[in-house]
Nanobody
Framework: QVQVVESGGGTVQAGDSLRLSCNASGRTDDIFALGWFRQAPGKGREFVAAGHRLGFSTYYAKFAEGRFTVSKDSTKNIQYLQMDSLSAEDTAVYYC?????????????????WGQGTQVTVSS
């Protein structure tokens, strides 16, 4: 089993930055990739970004390219999502998820383990 816990959400002003953290525990050696998804009120959950746990490949949604960056710590069990130039449209609950199979990290149904989410609110 794998557990993932998000942290770092909060309320910021438009144009500000925020860094989210995803802390993986349990059978972390089984993790192929960690991904970030978000869900705004009244909308479906959408892909934001992802990174391979051991490799260097990263993936970004179009809206995240150039503004969001994924990185990881030396243990490779913590993945960060650095979000810059935030706007009100980025307001959502952000979820971290883990996939243990070699599946496409951009697809929501690839993921087996999900966190509870962390709220990000951007005021304009």
């Amino acid at each position: 089993q794998v557990q993932v816990v998000e942290s770092g959400g909060g309320t910021v002003q438009a144009g500000d930055s925020l860094r989210l953290s995803c802390n993986a525990s349990g059978r972390t050696d089984d993790i192929f990739a960690l991904g970030w998804f978000r869900q705004a009120p009244g909308k479906g959950r959408e892909f934001v970004a992802a990174g391979h746990r051991l490799g260097f490949s990263t993936y970004y949604a179009k809206f995240a390219e150039g503004r969001f960056t994924v990185s990881k710590d030396s243990t490779k069990n913590i993945q960060y999502l650095q979000m810059d130039s935030l706007s009100a449209e980025d307001t959502a609950v952000y979820y971290c998820a883990a996939v243990t199979t070699h599946s496409d990290p951009r697809l929501i149904y690839s993921y087996e383990y999900w966190g509870q989410g962390t709220q990000v609110t951007v005021s304009s």
